[in-house]
């Protein structure tokens, strides 16, 4: 077992799996001698780094540890620091305790009595505090004691009253405005005794600034040890505690697991080689999988004896190591080779690995929010990555605002250790990108439309629709959102059918094929011009040729015939879905091939808030004029002056009809600095609730509605048997 063990560890190839089904006469096996000791001393390292705070970046040469090398350095460096940390503690206790004698004693300082005043009396209680003279006199006056003095200073008192239990003191200042503070220990002036806390405070700092050093002296000169040590224990544990995933007997073990089918000969000439002969490799069968994991197709392996499958995805990529363990569901049934010979030993499904490009792999993230891919599963991430950002970039479509988006990205892929979060600045990146983008083409830079006049000499390409002069730009954007809403969920129904084509063309057809009719028939009957007048007019003009039109591409609705058409279609997605899914498809029809689609607006109505809301911070600070053909400019260079009695004034060449705010910045110093603040912050909360209006609708329409139509997920990591190497080389 030792060798085998040691063979496959090196290979770093094979995915185990976990012994889990009971089969009478196997049990799983017990860890190796020694895993408990290395177990512990794992533990220890990973303390010591804790403590010195070692992060893995350590950049020195790799080490050869030695179990007696570890065993004597790593006890000396454990007193060392053990040592160090307990002195470090000790000064940071007493240093708080300090600080809290300060804030104390600057109370007593105000209160002006020496310390050995205020306490040790036999016939006098005292009590300090914070609180008002005068409501502590009146108290006292109303209560029983007789002889009393009440001395302050601001709102530090001091009550000094002839009582025999203090407590008729404390019970007598119950109604008064009085907070009763402890009094420090020390004696004489509270000011000297300050003087010396203070005094002692810059001591236990000077000390505690020493240690600290000593202990960054340490961390510098131990870091490369303590991570070459927690590699060889991580890789000593893996090893010893590997035959709790096998099967075995008094005088033998299976194990099983799963590795690249191109890898199977790699794999049985280092393990035969390492146990001598006395291991036999099998590679049980190749096959394909459905959902739950079961073989549908099976490919006979030459010198195999059938039975549950060792054969995995192949990849030239990294494996995934932070998934941790693997979770594995349960198969309903035993999986048996065609002979029934073969019982596997777990009832696992195929690891996944996803094989993406380095530039798209950031959005990976996004989709194991919802789970990895099943290995039966189509990976969705190339999806994502050519919508997610276009979707964003449409919604912002500003160049000053996808310049910060892109500057926040690439810091965080940067300067970030979680993958996860360096992963949201790659996706950043892209949706910053892409929202520049489409701010160069709206002409827009933090809301103002001077870049279209710089870019496009005053006539950007495309308009967000937020001013009534560009009221039909507005319009074309509900329209081209639903058309993309069309697109997108088609092309999750056609992932679905692909999903589905291991069950057969037929059963692709009925389940998902019944869906893409319905979907597409219903939008076509709805671009089309039959039965058009409940339909919106604006959808039949704003892609036509002249006015009101925004885009002269000629269309003007689909033909009467297609409509027709489409309405058939949609018939008979109908009668598929109620044959595939029964009487639920109607109502669900109305959800998903209308609703969803509808849902698809929300990308229009978010360009029109977002826009809406950088043009409100930049109106409050430069100011709007309107002029007469309902164009809207922001008073960057001046504001003109509509004369009382008159309706316009020509300013700039335009005729203006109406001044909608002067602007903050043509006003009086307060009210510019006052605009100065409005505008930075304005800016920074358009930019921020982007993030979380924008990305976050984009994030519902690839979620809810897109991966809703073909992607369950529940895929688990290819995480095979081995350890990188990266502070330590082989013994």
């Given at each position: 077992?030792?060798?085998?063990?040691?063979?496959?560890?090196?290979?770093?190839?094979?995915?185990?799996?976990?012994?889990?089904?009971?089969?009478?006469?196997?049990?799983?096996?017990?860890?190796?001698?020694?895993?408990?000791?290395?177990?512990?001393?794992?533990?220890?390292?990973?303390?010591?780094?804790?403590?010195?705070?070692?992060?893995?970046?350590?950049?020195?040469?790799?080490?050869?540890?030695?179990?007696?090398?570890?065993?004597?350095?790593?006890?000396?460096?454990?007193?060392?620091?053990?040592?160090?940390?307990?002195?470090?503690?000790?000064?940071?206790?007493?240093?708080?305790?300090?600080?809290?004698?300060?804030?104390?004693?600057?109370?007593?300082?105000?209160?002006?009595?020496?310390?050995?005043?205020?306490?040790?009396?036999?016939?006098?209680?005292?009590?300090?505090?914070?609180?008002d003279a005068k409501e502590v006199r009146a108290e006292l006056e109303d209560s029983e004691i007789e002889t009393f003095e009440v001395a302050a200073e601001d709102d530090a008192v001091a009550v000094f009253a002839q009582v025999d239990d203090s407590g008729v003191l404390e019970d007598a200042l119950v109604g008064a405005t009085f907070s009763q503070v402890t009094i420090p220990e020390g004696s004489g002036d509270p000011a000297e005794y300050l003087k010396d806390r203070r005094h002692r405070k810059q001591q236990l700092e000077s000390k505690l600034s020493t240690v600290e050093d000593e202990l960054e002296d340490l961390r510098l000169e131990v870091s490369g040890f303590l991570l070459a040590a927690e590699e060889k224990l991580t890789i000593a544990v893996q090893k010893r505690e590997a035959p709790l995933s096998f099967a075995t007997t008094d005088n033998a073990f299976v194990a099983e697991g799963w590795i690249p089918t191109d890898e199977i000969d790699t794999l049985r000439d280092a393990v035969e080689t390492a146990a001598d002969g006395t291991v036999e490799i099998e590679e049980l069968e190749q096959a394909e999988y459905d959902e739950n994991g079961h073989p549908e197709h099976t490919e006979d392996i030459e010198g195999g004896s059938g039975g549950g499958s060792q054969s995995g995805p192949a990849s030239s990529r990294e494996p995934d190591r932070t998934d941790g363990p693997v979770a594995r569901d349960q198969a309903d049934d035993e999986r048996t080779a065609a002979d029934g010979g073969y019982v596997p030993l777990a009832d696992d499904k195929p690891p996944t690995v996803q094989d993406n490009p380095k530039g798209i792999r950031p959005f990976e993230a996004l989709v194991e929010v919802i789970n990895r891919p099943k290995y039966t599963e189509l990976d969705p991430t190339i999806v994502l990555f050519l919508t997610f950002p276009a979707f964003f970039g449409f919604m912002i479509g500003d160049l000053g605002y996808g310049i910060l988006y892109m500057g926040l990205g690439y810091w965080l892929m940067r300067n970030v250790d979680s993958d996860v979060l360096a992963s949201l600045g790659g996706i950043a990146l892209w949706a910053g990108g892409f929202t520049a983008l489409f701010g160069v083409l709206y002409g827009e830079f933090f809301g103002l439309h001077q870049l279209g006049e710089i870019v496009w000499g005053g006539n950007p390409p495309i308009h967000k629709g937020l001013q009534p002069h560009y009221i039909?730009?507005?319009?074309?954007?509900?329209?081209?959102?639903?058309?993309?809403?069309?697109?997108?969920?088609?092309?999750?129904?056609?992932?679905?059918?692909?999903?589905?084509?291991?069950?057969?063309?037929?059963?692709?057809?009925?389940?998902?094929?019944?869906?893409?009719?319905?979907?597409?028939?219903?939008?076509?009957?709805?671009?089309?011009?039959?039965?058009?007048?409940?339909?919106?007019?604006?959808?039949?003009?704003?892609?036509?040729?002249?006015?009101?039109?925004?885009?002269?591409?000629?269309?003007?609705?689909?033909?009467?015939?297609?409509?027709?058409?489409?309405?058939?279609?949609?018939?008979?997605?109908?009668?598929?879905?109620?044959?595939?899914?029964?009487?639920?498809?109607?109502?669900?029809?109305?959800?998903?091939?209308?609703?969803?689609?509808?849902?698809?607006?929300?990308?229009?109505?978010?360009?029109?808030?977002?826009?809406?809301?950088?043009?409100?911070?930049?109106?409050?600070?430069?100011?709007?004029?309107?002029?007469?053909?309902?164009?809207?400019?922001?008073?960057?260079?001046?504001?003109?002056?509509?004369?009382?009695?008159?309706?316009?004034?020509?300013?700039?060449?335009?005729?203006?009809?109406?001044?909608?705010?002067?602007?903050?910045?043509?006003?009086?110093?307060?009210?510019?600095?006052?605009?100065?603040?409005?505008?930075?912050?304005?800016?920074?909360?358009?930019?921020?609730?982007?993030?979380?209006?924008?990305?976050?609708?984009?994030?519902?329409?690839?979620?809810?509605?897109?991966?809703?139509?073909?992607?369950?997920?529940?895929?688990?990591?290819?995480?095979?048997?081995?350890?990188?190497?990266?502070?330590?080389?082989?013994?």
């Open positions: 077992m030792d060798d085998v063990i040691e063979a496959v560890h090196d290979l770093d190839l094979l995915h185990l799996s976990d012994y889990t089904n009971e089969i009478e006469g196997f049990e799983p096996g017990d860890p190796l001698e020694g895993a408990d000791k290395y177990s512990e001393k794992l533990v220890t390292v990973r303390a010591l780094q804790s403590t010195l705070g070692i992060e893995e970046d350590y950049e020195g040469p790799t080490h050869v540890v030695t179990d007696e090398g570890l065993e004597d350095e790593l006890e000396d460096v454990r007193q060392e620091v053990n040592a160090l940390d307990d002195r470090r503690d000790e000064l940071r206790s007493e240093l708080r305790s300090v600080e809290d004698d300060i804030e104390q004693l600057e109370f007593f300082v105000r209160l002006g009595i020496d310390l050995d005043l205020l306490r040790g009396y036999d016939t006098l209680a005292v009590a300090v505090g914070e609180g039909g730009y507005a319009r074309a954007w509900l329209l081209v959102s639903v058309i993309v809403g069309v697109l997108h969920l088609v092309s999750g129904r056609v992932f679905d059918f692909v999903n589905n084509l291991k069950h057969g063309v037929k059963d692709a057809f009925v389940e998902s094929g019944s869906w893409m009719l319905m979907t597409i028939g219903m939008w076509l009957w709805v671009f089309s011009t039959h039965v058009s007048g409940p339909k919106p007019q604006f959808m039949f003009e704003v892609l036509d040729a002249g006015d009101p039109a925004v885009f002269e591409l000629g269309f003007s609705g689909l033909p009467e015939t297609v409509g027709i058409a489409g309405l058939g279609m949609l018939v008979v997605g109908l009668v598929l879905g109620f044959y595939a899914e029964g009487a639920i498809v109607v109502i669900e029809s109305v959800t998903q091939v209308f609703g969803h689609v509808l849902s698809y607006t929300r990308l229009a109505a978010v360009l029109l808030a977002k826009a809406g809301m950088a043009f409100v911070v930049n109106l409050l600070f430069f100011g709007v004029y309107v002029t007469g053909d309902q164009k809207w400019h922001f008073g960057i260079s001046g504001m003109p002056t509509i004369p009382e009695g008159s309706e316009t004034v020509m300013y700039h060449g335009h005729e203006v009809t109406e001044i909608m705010f002067g602007g903050l910045v043509h006003g009086s110093i307060p009210a510019v600095v006052g605009g100065i603040v409005i505008l930075v912050l304005g800016h920074l909360l358009v930019l921020a609730l982007g993030i979380t209006s924008a990305g976050l609708q984009a994030v519902r329409l690839e979620y809810v509605e897109f991966f809703g139509k073909f992607y369950e997920g529940g895929g688990a990591a290819y995480n095979p048997f081995g350890h990188e190497r990266t502070y330590t080389v082989k013994d």
